[in-house]
Every structure is written in C-alpha cells, then in structure tokens.
C-alpha cells in the first residue's frame, strides 16, 4: 500500500504545480474574465488617448464612454474629463510597459460635436460611420494608427510618429504636416483646397480638386488626386511629389 500511496500523493503534487503554473499564466497573459463598465462622464469637446488602448468613437446625442477590458485591469484605465478633454489613459503604479501585454482592452466613446483628437499611445483610433462636425484636428505622436470617415469644413493632421493615418469624407480644406515614418492616406478625403509638408519619412496620398500646396524636405513621397486647377509643389529632399 506504501508504494501506491507515494504514486498518489505524487499525483496530487504535480497535479497542484500545474494548475498553480496554469494560473500564472493564464494572469500573465490577461485570460481574466472580461468586464464591462459603462463610466459617466461630463461634456467634452476633444480627445486625448495616450494608452496602449483600441478606441471606437461615434457620434450620438449624449456624451458617453464605455470599457471592455479584463476584470483585473479594467479599474487601471483612466477616462477623465479635464478642460473640456476626455483623456484616456492608466494609471502611474507599475511598469505599464509589461503589464498591457496580451491585455484585451477596447474603449467605446460616444461625442455629439468634437475638435481635436490626440493619439500618443500604441493603441488604434476608429471612427464608426462619420464623424460631422466643422473644424478638427487630428494628432498622432505614438505608434497607434488612425482611420474614419469625417464631414468637416477644415481638419489640419499633424504625423509626427509611425502611426498611419486612412481618411475619408468630404472637407473644404486639409493641413497636413508629416515629420515622422507614418503614411497619410487619404486619396478618399474630398477637399477643396489641401496644404501639405513632409519632412519625415512618411507618405502622403492627397486630394485637392482646386488647389494644392506641396512641400517635401524628407524622404516621403506625395501623391495627389482631383486635378486641382492650382498647384504649388517644391521638393528639396528624396522624396517625390506626382499627380494624377
């Protein structure tokens, strides 16, 4: 009987070392029920996003964030109202770098009017459906990338990381300003009159159906549709400026 009782009680101990091992990681790579939190929030005019964090934003009548996140990090992310800004973010308690890893987290925002989006985290930023509204301005400094649709007067896009933009919509004017490695696509965004300045090394695809101002001092190339009737282009640097 002695034999066979070692045999199980070494049983039992490699059955605990595995399950506590499946745990740890399971914890490590965020297997933690999934949690839903609908968050109150005052009125806001902008966003500003600096987490590792995948944003959907449309538009509706009422101000309105929710949270899908893992149970056990799902209180670390921040949605705050400061100055008229949503800003979206986790909190300062540990290396954030590590902990995010495998983490599932999506935000949903709902705005009715917004005039500035900001992007400096590692997560993506969505429009779903199109977003009106008359002045934006829309920022990536991270690596996140960033697409939708707009129906705006005037948007000025400033790329100064490797994020990507995709845009499309309809505006009268466009500003965009290119100094890192991340692409601006936009050949479906229908604009008047489109400025644009690269001196990184991200690409640009344009449109302008009136007038289009092009200076490239990097390596990015910019291509441009609409056949604008007006067009200024200077290259200084590698890159090329052609139209279509």
Do not use: C
Not at 192 to 201: D, E, L, P, Q
Request: proline share 2%; glycine share 12%.
């Amino acid at each position: 009987m002695k034999p066979i009782n070692n045999f199980f009680l070494a049983a039992l101990v490699l059955m605990a070392f595995s399950m506590s091992t499946y745990a740890k990681t399971n914890h490590l790579q965020g297997k933690s029920p999934m949690e839903t939190q609908n968050r109150n929030v005052p009125g806001f005019h902008a966003i500003s996003s600096s987490g590792s964090f995948d944003v959907e934003l449309r538009q509706g009548d009422a101000e309105a964030v929710k949270v899908e996140a893992d149970a056990e990090v799902i209180n670390e992310i921040v949605t705050e109202v400061k100055g008229g800004t949503l800003q979206i973010h986790s909190k300062n308690t540990r290396n954030w770098g590590n902990f995010w890893n495998n983490r599932h987290v999506k935000i949903y925002v709902t705005a009715k009017n917004l005039d500035n989006i900001s992007l400096s985290g590692s997560g993506d930023f969505r429009i779903d459906n199109q977003f009106n509204t008359s002045d934006l301005a829309l920022r990536i400094s991270g690596s996140g990338d960033f697409s939708g649709a707009i129906n705006v007067k005037t948007v000025a896009v400033s790329i100064s990381g490797s994020g990507d933009f995709k845009l499309s919509g309809k505006a009268e004017e466009s500003t965009i300003g290119i100094s890192g490695s991340g692409d601006f696509n936009a050949g479906n965004l229908i604009t008047k009159a489109t400025a644009i300045r690269v001196s990184g090394s991200g690409d640009a695809n344009v449109y302008a159906s009136e007038k289009l101002d092009a200076v490239v001092n990097g390596s990015g190339d910019v291509h441009y549709g609409g056949h604008p009737k007006s067009v200024s282009k200077s290259a200084h640097g590698s890159g090329d400026i052609s139209g279509s």
